[in-house]
């Protein structure tokens, strides 16, 4: 009897884990650039580094990931990357100074534009955005698979933003061997101003305010986070789904289709007045 009773025990454990919701979740990452790039993942502090740490993705190609339930970390695309004859490899923008493809614990030297997420954080929501404050290399859009709890709602940078980039905080593209800008610094990077980085005395949301630099940023992209305290038009949440991760979407045809999903924020993706910024004067790699 004990036997049976032990035996009906671990099938009704086995059956309750099987619907416990710790199935890992995808990260599909999409690359609709005209040139490879090599996305890099880093985990948060006390997150354990995932088994990919970077890859190659060719420009119309796409990888699926598998996402620990409870991971934090950010994620971004490398650009303009080379191996030397000593088989160090290394990117001009987003690099993160492993000398592999893999990152390896690394995480993306400034300028890069950064997917943030945390997963299964207060309330079992999982918490996102697409940070600017760091810098800008690469279009890219968040959207979860699934519309479910805390809105879900798309995040990201539309528009191509290196050839309008002020030009104080432009990266020449002299070191990959093209023409134009490669990707827009941040102002913190760029001056060191305690003023545009919110730190030592403007280390609180009462003394570090949007700048005219982070404004440019959040012109175009309005719900992206353009400085360290924009959270409230940044912050995105949503729940059990898996997450697309865009790099280079198509604007027009981004707007079209999340129209659809009708997730209910109010900002737009991408400030209409700067769309044409893609097809004027932006050098993109390899483009």
Do not use: I
């Given at each position: 009897m004990d036997h049976l009773l032990l035996s009906y025990t671990l099938f009704i454990l086995i059956s309750l884990?099987?619907?416990s919701g710790v199935e890992p979740i995808t990260f599909k990452f999409i690359n609709k650039c005209r040139h490879t790039i090599w996305p890099g993942l880093l985990s948060g502090a006390g997150t354990a580094q995932l088994p990919t740490t970077g890859f190659y993705l060719s420009s119309g190609k796409s990888r699926a990931v598998k996402i620990p339930i409870s991971w934090s970390g950010r994620v971004w695309g490398r650009t303009l990357c080379t191996q030397d004859s000593t088989g160090k490899f290394s990117c001009v923008?987003?690099?993160?100074g492993s000398g592999k493809v893999e990152c390896l614990g690394s995480g993306a030297q400034p300028p890069a534009t950064l997917a943030e997420f945390t997963l299964n954080g207060a309330d079992g929501l999982d918490f996102y955005d697409v940070s600017l404050v760091d810098g800008y290399n690469l279009p890219m859009l968040v959207i979860p698979k699934k519309v479910t709890r805390g809105g879900c709602g798309a995040t990201g940078c539309l528009i191509d933003l290196n050839g309008a980039c002020p030009k104080e905080l432009k990266l020449s593209a002299a070191a990959?061997?093209?023409?134009g800008a490669v990707a827009c610094r941040s102002a913190c990077e760029a001056f060191g101003d305690p003023r545009f980085c919110c730190?030592?005395?403007?280390?609180?949301?009462?003394?570090?305010?949007?700048?005219?630099?982070?404004?440019?940023?959040?012109?175009a992209?309005?719900?992206?986070?353009?400085y360290a305290y924009d959270d409230k038009t940044s912050t995105y949440n949503c729940a059990g789904t898996d997450y697309d991760i865009i790099f280079c979407p198509l604007p027009?045809?981004?707007?079209?289709?999340?129209?659809?999903?009708k997730d209910g924020v109010e900002l737009p993706l991408v400030n209409k007045t700067m769309m044409y910024l893609r097809s004027h004067g932006s050098s993109s790699p390899g483009r």
């Open positions: 884990s099987s619907f923008t987003g690099d993160c990959g061997g093209g023409k730190s030592e005395g403007y280390a609180t949301p009462d003394t570090c305010g949007p700048s005219v630099y982070s404004l440019f940023f959040k012109h992209c309005p719900r992206s986070y353009s027009y045809t981004s707007q079209k289709l999340l129209a659809l999903r």
